[in-house]
């Protein structure tokens, strides 16, 4: 078949599975098996039938629900390639905003050599994203999952990022027993409630419950992390987290109980309050 032809009748497929964005996934679908940057820019162009089988089963695939990162293997976070599949979130771009809050605390402090810990780090991207842009900073990624923990090794070596990664649980005071004079922890931890739980969408629903599920509230690993994590900043260290959309006052609150000062919270790109900065004050 010409490639166009295959193109739209993969978008109809996928409109008829009402896949959300039905062009953009065709044609990423499209890029990732030709090989190709423009697939349609030689809209004529035969599609040889090992590769229109390949496409046809990816797009078969997406109708399903499982989510387009997971099929090609490999997404993109802060400009930097991460691979992706069952058993580690899929690095969002609201995240990003959590990854510039901390280049922004280092620059204004003239920090050349921070010590980071990325708690909660799944697929690495947050912890290897810093690496990356503070050349400098020490960095060390902690994370529960077994598969996820797959995912962050194989991202470290993609990346050719030397950033440390442990195999252990946040909510376990020995693990954070053991570090002490951070300059910065930044979090992405699970965030939602057993009612968000409910009703997620079909795509999230392929992600692992222990990279989202927070507790009866949403908030368990801020309560955690926020007292039990509080020692292993130095004095006037920051713990910048990401949080869930309409989570910022509580999120701000657990930050003031636990004596942390300076508290900044940011939107992401979408408008939303996303992300919190707060220090480690006397106290
Ligand atoms: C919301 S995901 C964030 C992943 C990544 N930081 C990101 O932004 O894409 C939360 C991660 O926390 C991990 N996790 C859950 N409970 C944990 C625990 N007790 N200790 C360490 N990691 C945990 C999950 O496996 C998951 O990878």
């Known amino acids: 078949m010409k490639r166009l032809d295959l193109y739209k009748s993969c978008v109809g497929m996928l409109e008829q599975a009402e896949v959300e964005d039905a062009e953009f996934d065709a044609l990423c679908i499209f890029q990732d098996m030709l090989g190709d ?27 399903s629900g499982r989510p387009l990162q997971y ?4 997404w993109e976070f802060f400009g930097y390639p991460f691979c992706v599949g069952e058993g580690v979130l899929i690095p969002r771009p609201a995240t990003e905003t959590l990854v510039e809050n901390v280049i922004e605390i280092c620059r204004r402090e003239g920090m050349t050599h921070p010590h980071i810990i990325d708690l909660c780090s799944g697929s690495g991207c947050i912890a290897i994203a810093l690496k990356k842009e503070l050349p400098g900073a020490e960095v060390t990624a902690l994370e529960l999952s077994e598969k996820a923990f797959g995912y962050l090794e194989k991202n470290i070596a993609l990346n050719g990022a030397e950033v440390r990664a442990e195999l252990c ?8 027993s053991r570090f002490r004079d951070m300059d910065i922890i ?98």
């Open 186 to 283: 930044v979090t992405n931890p699970p965030y939602l409630t057993p009612e968000e739980m409910a009703s997620l969408q079909r795509e999230v629903r392929h992600e692992p419950e222990q990279a989202l599920a927070g507790g009866s509230d949403g908030l368990d690993f801020y309560r955690i992390i926020a007292s039990l994590w509080r020692d292993t900043l130095r004095e006037g260290g920051w713990l910048c987290c990401e949080y869930g959309d309409g989570q910022h006052e509580d999120v701000k609150k657990i930050l003031l109980e636990n004596s942390y000062g300076n508290i900044t919270l940011c939107r992401d790109l979408a408008g939303i309050m996303r992300t919190a900065s707060a220090q480690k004050t006397g106290g």
């Open 169 to 176: 649980s946040v909510t376990d005071p020995e693990t954070a």
């Open 71 to 74: 099929l090609l293997g490999q």
């Open 37 to 63: 940057k423009l697939p349609l820019f030689c809209p004529q162009e035969e599609v040889p039938a090992e590769a229109e089988q390949r496409i046809l089963s990816l797009v078969s695939e997406r109708c």
